[in-house]
């Protein structure tokens, strides 16, 4: 990767399934400044279109599964003997990304510690999404009744203060892609479900992609990220 974001990251290219003789990799990055042989893991899912079907959450199961299952062939792809430590996972996405990474949280609460999304889709069923395809597609039947494909039908479905990942969602006010009220009802749905603490949302003025120039030090960024850190490395609640 040439991006100068990366120039303090050893970067590798590394496939976790082959699909009809094409392979889907994953890039393991990992600081250069790191020694402890055991470190928490950020998986990150990028943004960008979303096609429908189940496909792609069997893809994010597998990519969450592959280092778990097969730490030595992550360390033998990376030359590190760095190890992956599976007590301490968060995930991370922008737009579908956030989404997915939603969705990864929700199906693997046993795995996942922590959930950072920014400007996620998740009331797929709203008009906004489906009004002007929902009755065109000869799937959209099916994919419409299966609840697995929803995020916020999956929060309705869970119990009462189940444990599940904390949540930072982050969101531009003016996003004209996907509507920011959806992402606030689906923040208070989260907290009433699961309790205080359980999620923090961060809705700055601007467009999608409004983080584009943020950085760590960005202070909402910042204080959101504080919180995923207590419970992602630290083990427990956001205050």
Request: hydrophobic fraction near 35%.
């Amino acid at each position: 990767m040439d991006d100068p974001r990366f120039e303090n990251f050893n970067v590798t290219k590394t496939p976790y399934k082959i699909i009809n003789d094409q392979e889907i990799s994953l890039y393991v990055t990992i600081p250069k400044e790191i020694h402890t042989e055991k470190c928490p893991v950020m998986v990150h899912f990028h943004g960008g279109f979303l096609s429908n079907g189940l496909e792609i959450l069997s893809d994010v199961q597998d990519s969450l599964n592959t280092g778990r299952e097969r730490p030595s062939s992550i360390a033998k792809a990376t030359g590190s003997e760095i190890l992956p430590d599976y007590e301490k996972v968060a995930v991370y996405g922008e737009n579908a990304g956030g989404y997915l990474a939603i969705q990864a949280g929700l199906t693997r609460p046993d795995l996942v510690k922590a959930i950072i999304s920014a400007y996620p889709m998740t009331y797929l069923d709203r008009p906004w999404y489906a009004e002007a395809s929902i009755d065109k597609s000869p799937l959209a039947h099916l994919n419409y009744q299966n609840e697995s494909l929803y995020p916020a039908r999956i929060v309705e479905k869970m119990k009462e203060n189940q444990k599940v990942p904390f949540l930072l969602l982050m969101y531009g006010k003016e996003d004209w892609v996907v509507p920011c009220e959806h992402t606030v009802y689906f923040g208070k749905a989260w907290e009433n479900k699961f309790g205080n603490g359980t999620v923090v949302t961060k809705f700055e003025s601007g467009e999608h992609g409004f983080d584009a120039n943020a950085t760590l030090e960005t202070p909402w960024r910042k204080d959101g990220l504080e919180d995923v850190t207590k419970a992602w490395i630290d083990d427990g609640k956001a205050q």
